[in-house]
C-alpha cells in the first residue's frame, strides 16, 4: 500500500461518528489495479473460486479475476481502516469478524486488491447478525466504492437499513450535507432467514446496472451511471442512534458480523 492510500485513511479516521458516507468521500484516491500476475499472465496458474452455498452463477463468459478466502488465508490484502473501535479478527471457522460490544462502535476493513469493474460479477459468503423479530441488528454493511465518491459511484450489495438488509446505489455530486445527490431506490429483503444470518450475497454490475441477489433470491435492480472501478469494503457498526437514523437497526452487542469469503469475476 502506498504512503498515498495510508494517509487518506488517516483523513478518513479523523472525522467525528465514523459515519458511512462521509468516510466514503475521503477513502483513498486511486483504485488499486490488479497485476498482471495476478490476473493469470504468463504461466500463473487461473484463479479459481471458492465454493458459495446456494447461490447464483456467474455469467457465462466470465472470468476470476480476485478470489480471496479468510479462513485459509487469513487477512490477505485487507487493511483495517485506523482508529476503528470495533475489533477486527480472523478464525479459521468463520473468516473475517467485526464484533461491536456496545454502542459507538465501528470498522471497516477493506481490500487492496479486489476491483470491481463497469462488467463485474461478486459473491461474498457473509454472516449477517440478527436483530429481534428477523430484523437486521446494528449496521453491517457489504458495498463497494468509487474515488471520488460519490462521482465514482456506491454499490451497497447488502447495508442494514433501519432493521432490513437491502441494496442501493449512490452516485452524482456531493451534497453541503455529505451525502450523495443521487440515491436510488432500496430494495430490501424479508425480514428473517432470508437476510440474516449466514448468506450469499451476490452481485451483478453491466450496463450501468447493478443487480443482487442474497442466495437465490432475486433482490432487486438499480442504476449506476458511471463505469469507474470500485473497491470493496466490508463493515459493521453499532450505533449511535442518531449517526444515520435511517441505517441503524436494533443495537445488539456482543455481535459480530462475518465475511468468509469473497471472488470477483469480470467479463472476458
Given at each position: ?10 483523513q478518513?479516521?479523523a472525522?467525528p461518528g ?10 483513498a484516491?486511486g483504485?488499486?489495479a ?27 463468459g ?5 478470489a480471496?478466502?479468510f ?17 477486527v ?57 468509487g ?31 455529505g ?7 432500496s ?8 437476510s440474516?444470518?449466514?448468506l450469499?450475497?451476490?452481485?451483478l ?16 435492480k ?6 469507474a ?40
Amino acid at each position: 500500500m502506498t504512503h498515498t492510500v495510508k494517509g487518506a485513511y488517516k483523513q478518513i479516521a479523523a472525522l467525528p461518528g465514523g459515519v458511512k458516507a462521509v468516510m466514503a468521500s475521503l477513502i483513498a484516491a486511486g483504485i488499486a489495479a490488479l497485476g498482471f500476475f495476478s490476473a493469470g499472465g504468463f504461466n500463473s496458474p487461473a484463479l479459481a473460486a471458492p465454493p458459495f452455498p446456494n447461490s447464483v452463477s456467474a455469467p457465462a463468459g466470465y472470468q476470476v479475476t480476485y478470489a480471496h478466502d479468510f479462513t485459509t488465508q487469513g487477512m490477505g490484502d485487507w487493511v483495517t481502516q485506523p482508529r476503528a473501535g470495533a475489533t477486527v479478527s480472523v478464525s479459521s471457522s468463520y473468516g473475517l469478524g467485526v464484533e461491536v460490544t456496545g454502542e459507538v462502535q465501528w470498522a471497516e476493513v477493506i481490500s487492496s486488491d479486489a476491483v470491481i469493474g463497469p462488467n463485474s460479477f461478486v459473491q461474498g459468503l457473509v454472516y449477517i447478525p440478527p436483530g429481534p423479530n428477523g430484523y437486521t441488528a446494528n449496521w453491517p454493511a457489504f458495498w463497494s466504492t468509487g474515488s471520488p465518491w460519490p462521482g465514482n459511484g456506491e454499490i451497497d450489495m447488502l447495508e442494514g437499513q433501519e432493521g432490513r438488509s437491502c441494496e442501493q446505489t449512490h452516485y452524482g455530486e456531493l451534497q453541503p450535507n455529505g451525502h450523495a445527490s443521487v440515491n436510488s431506490v432500496s430494495h430490501c429483503g424479508p425480514l428473517g432467514p432470508s437476510s440474516t444470518g449466514w448468506l450469499t450475497v451476490s452481485m451483478l454490475r453491466t450496463g450501468e446496472q447493478v443487480e443482487v441477489w442474497y442466495d437465490k433470491t432475486f433482490i432487486g435492480k438499480v442504476p449506476l451511471p458511471t463505469t469507474a472501478d470500485e473497491e470493496l469494503i466490508f463493515q459493521n457498526q453499532d450505533g449511535p442512534g442518531d449517526s444515520c437514523p435511517s441505517c441503524n437497526g436494533p443495537l445488539v452487542f456482543p455481535s459480530t458480523a462475518w465475511l468468509s469469503r469473497v471472488a470477483v469475476w469480470s467479463a472476458g
